[in-house]
């Protein structure tokens, strides 16, 4: 798995309000996630965060794709 492609898809699906394929690219994630891998890196350089802010991150918003995007 890899959390940057997978996130790049998430935001890019969303962007062109493709929620299906934004909430399976969210799903995705976040069971990557609970599985404890490392998160996307959510901002590009040259504003990159550490870990903790990244997951909080990345967490938050595949909660949010998942409670508002019908499949």
């Given at each position: 798995?890899?959390?940057?492609?997978?996130?790049?898809?998430?935001?890019?699906?969303?962007?062109?309000?493709?929620?299906?394929?934004?909430?399976?690219?969210?799903e995705?994630?976040?069971?990557?996630?609970?599985?404890?891998?490392?998160?996307?890196?959510?901002?590009?350089?040259?504003?990159?965060?550490?870990?903790?802010?990244?997951?909080?991150?990345?967490?938050?918003?595949?909660?949010?794709?998942?409670?508002?995007?019908?499949?």
């Amino acid at each position: 798995m890899d959390p940057q492609s997978t996130w790049r898809r998430l935001i890019d699906a969303y962007a062109i309000r493709d929620f299906e394929t934004a909430q399976v690219a969210a799903e995705d994630l976040q069971k990557w996630l609970q599985r404890g891998g490392f998160p996307p890196q959510i901002l590009p350089d040259p504003w990159q965060m550490d870990h903790p802010w990244n997951r909080t991150l990345a967490r938050s918003a595949c909660r949010f794709i998942l409670s508002t995007c019908d499949k």
